[in-house]
């Protein structure tokens, strides 16, 4: 297990320029066009410093274009973050598939979807995936032609929210400040939703810091068996 992973470090340095784009969405059985009711950027690189406004739903060095589209979403049921290498790319160019690491999603409640900068209190997150039976959960997402499946809460009230799709990359995670994240936000208005729960929420920045275990780990390195800590606040469960 270990010598596989330095073999694969090995190989991943050489495309490390190989990042991504939470390009589409999929919801209630319809994919979306690229762009349509997400601020994607015209470049695909990531964010490094966690501290960063741009955390919430990225920016520059990746200027994001506003959207003026809402997608309407129904709670109980899956949607997928369509992601890809460029805005241009189709499914069998997701991400370099040595950019091993979590993917997660995450959901704050907004008066409005299409001004709301994203930036402070109100996030929960609703999906995650970590290091599983020897594979990583961006692996996963790529080998699924780069669609994240994310559950809606059923549970959680209606009204205009901003759905945070992320994946992070630790091939340079050995030192601070070396994971990659990758986040667009989706502009989406959940109905049919109970409005039973009311998840604690959190502020982004603030949800990670740049040493938290699963951000500040050299994967390469590590023994058969390792336990990988997702970073970010406690998953949100109806």
């Known amino acids: 297990m270990k010598a596989s992973f330095l073999l694969a470090g090995i190989a991943s340095v050489s495309v490390a320029s190989a990042h991504t784009i939470f390009a589409q969405l999929t919801a209630d059985g319809k994919t979306w066009p690229v762009s349509h009711a997400i601020r994607t950027p015209s470049y695909d690189g990531p964010q490094t410093d966690v501290r960063s406004n741009n955390l919430a739903c990225n920016g520059p060095p990746n200027p994001t274009t506003p959207s003026d589209k809402i997608i309407t979403v129904t709670a109980g049921t899956n949607v997928s973050a369509v992601w890809r290498h460029t ?38 997150k609703i999906q995650e995936g970590g290091y599983t039976n020897g594979k990583w959960a961006t692996n996963v997402v790529i080998d699924n032609k780069g669609n994240q499946v994310i559950t809606i809460p059923s549970c959680i009230a209606n009204g205009q929210y901003l759905l945070r799709a992320e994946m992070i990359a630790l091939h340079g995670a050995r030192s601070s400040g070396g994971a990659q994240l990758y986040m667009e936000c989706a502009q989406i208005e959940i109905k049919g939703g109970s409005g039973t729960a009311l998840p604690k929420t959190y502020s982004i920045p603030g949800i990670y810091k740049s040493n938290d275990p699963g951000l500040l780990i050299d994967i390469y390195n590590q023994k058969a068996g390792f336990k990988y800590m997702i970073p970010g606040p406690p998953l949100f469960n109806c």
């Open 87 to 124: 805005l241009q790319s189709g499914p069998n160019d997701v991400m370099d598939p040595g950019h091993w690491g979590p993917v997660m999603a995450y959901l704050k409640k907004v008066t409005d979807a299409k001004t709301d900068k994203g930036v402070g209190d109100g996030w929960f």
